[in-house]
């Protein structure tokens, strides 16, 4: 779910805001009395949308140039508040972000949310650099809010706010932030074949998705910079966008030393983000609990194909495996049972087993030690092998039902012909209606 304080836990009417702002009312289509909906698609649609929330909820005036990247504000919003339960409610706070966009959306929406906050902003186009000062200073936050070009796309922070975080007027920041280019390459690469269309539009240019080596070459830049800059800056954090570069960058933090490290999970609707975020100051302690986030799997695209599948068959789908006294492999739904007296060595040497027997090969990372970690590569999608012999064996029991011949009725007897008044004109075209009306079925 969202952020329990991102207010958008209760959606937006669109109805509503089509009254209210003209510019948003034409990209609405009506579904119902007082009822509208977006079509998001539209990349013109998006972009009103944004400017409309937020000038409606944060009384933000901003203007977003056509081929830039239109943020979503729910999920940004997302990020703005853990933040808080990093530094702290009503804290004054300095942040970083690295790469403001054209809408300089970060900073905005935290100054308004938290006027206690002050910004450096970063960015290497330019001419999203000139977007994000104009809508700083259309929003009178020019006090609050700095913004400097970096030139070099493969610097973070060093060698580009060394003044600020080296000179001899530097000051502490309390986090730095970052929504990193996500891929490596053009098209971005796709989990599967089979996977559905987004049902939003990319409005992204080039420059905002790609860089080289991904967003964990990316971050890892950032990872190598906080060690140069320690505890300048308390707070390192940065948005994900796959999930899988998580065990990557902690591999990577936990070889450096650092082990103060917090993630979580970003959601909207089907779109999932995952935050990282780490400190070397190993006594600082966020302002609010914050637990390791047990980060949800995204929908697989079956499901999201078959949501309206009976529930009895999807939870017959969703089980896992366990090795009986014979050990051998047998179904169990949801859990893997493991005794509290089990060892270390006992648990992995089960899970290896139970990843085996359906076709998965589990290994352990050596350079996580002492920590037991395990990845796994599994060689075949066996939930959607199992989908498609079900679906299979349907067609050719169908396909066999048609197929059947019609059943054959014994012929009437003839009649006796001392019996003239039983005597019946003999059917001729019966057989060949029924014959018919078999195929027909």
């Given at each position: 779910?969202?952020?329990?304080?991102?207010?958008?836990?209760?959606?937006?009417?669109?109805?509503?805001?089509?009254?209210?702002?003209?510019n948003l009312k034409q990209h609405l289509s009506e579904i119902g009395p007082k009822r509208s909906t977006l079509d998001f698609r539209d990349p013109s649609a998006l972009r009103q949308l944004c400017i409309t929330l937020l000038a409606e909820d944060f009384n933000l005036n901003i203007?977003?140039?056509?081929?830039?990247?239109?943020?979503?504000?729910?999920?940004?919003?997302?990020?703005?508040?853990?933040?808080?339960?990093?530094?702290?409610?009503?804290?004054?706070?300095?942040?970083i972000d690295i790469g403001v966009g054209a809408s300089c959306i970060y900073p905005l929406l935290a100054c308004r949310a938290q006027p206690s906050w002050s910004f450096v902003g970063t960015d290497i186009d330019a001419t999203s650099i000139a977007s994000a000062e104009a809508n700083v200073r259309r929003?009178?936050?020019?006090?609050?809010?700095?913004?400097?070009?970096?030139?070099?796309?493969?610097?973070?922070?060093?060698?580009?706010?060394?003044?600020?975080?080296?000179?001899?007027?530097?000051?502490?920041?309390?986090?730095?932030?970052c929504n990193p280019p996500f891929f490596d390459t053009v098209p971005a690469p796709s989990r599967t074949t089979r996977r559905s269309a987004p049902r939003t539009e990319n409005t992204a240019a080039d420059g905002e998705q790609i860089t080289p080596g991904g967003e964990v070459a990316f971050v890892k830049r950032l990872i190598a910079d906080s060690v140069v800059l320690g505890t300048r800056v308390k707070w390192y954090t940065t948005m994900l966008g796959c999930r899988a570069s998580l065990a990557a960058l902690r591999a990577d933090l936990r070889t450096r030393g650092i082990t103060n490290v917090h993630q979580t999970v970003f959601v909207?609707?089907?779109?999932?983000?995952?935050?990282?975020?780490?400190?070397?100051?190993?006594?600082?302690?966020?302002?609010?609990?914050?637990?390791?986030?047990?980060?949800p799997a995204e929908k697989s695209d079956e499901a999201e194909e078959n949501e309206s599948d009976d529930h009895e068959e999807r939870n017959r789908d969703w089980f896992s495996h366990h090795l009986d006294g014979r050990g051998t492999a047998r179904k169990r739904r949801r859990a893997v049972t493991l005794t509290a007296k089990s060892t270390i060595s006992q648990t992995k040497d089960t899970l290896i087993a139970i990843?085996?027997?359906?076709?998965?090969?589990?290994?352990?990372?050596?350079?996580?030690?002492?920590?037991?970690?395990?990845?796994?590569?599994?060689?075949?999608?066996?939930?959607?092998?199992?989908?498609?012999?079900?679906?299979?064996?349907?067609?050719?029991?169908?396909q066999s039902l048609l197929s059947?011949?019609?059943?054959?009725?014994p012929a009437p007897s003839t009649p006796s012909p001392s019996n003239p008044a039983l005597a019946v004109a003999e059917p001729t075209a019966a057989p060949a209606a029924t014959t018919a009306a078999a195929g027909a079925g």
């Open positions: 779910a969202m952020h329990p304080r991102n207010r958008y836990n209760t959606p937006p009417n669109f109805w509503q805001l089509g009254e209210k702002y003209a203007e977003l140039p056509e081929g830039k990247l239109v943020p979503t504000v729910p999920l940004r919003l997302n990020y703005i508040h853990w933040l808080e339960d990093l530094v702290g409610l009503e804290t004054p706070a300095r942040g929003n009178g936050l020019t006090d609050s809010i700095q913004l400097v070009h970096n030139p070099d796309p493969m610097r973070a922070l060093c060698g580009v706010l060394d003044d600020q975080l080296l000179g001899p007027d530097a000051k502490a920041f309390s986090f730095c932030m909207q609707g089907r779109t999932y983000r995952w935050a990282l975020a780490w400190s070397l100051d190993a006594s600082a302690t966020p302002a609010k609990s914050l637990l390791v986030a047990d980060c990843f085996a027997a359906i076709g998965a090969h589990l290994f352990q990372d050596e350079t996580c030690l002492p920590e037991l970690t395990l990845s796994g590569v599994v060689a075949v999608n066996a939930w959607r092998q199992r989908r498609r012999a079900r679906r299979e064996a349907k067609r050719l029991e169908q059947t011949p019609a059943l054959s009725l």
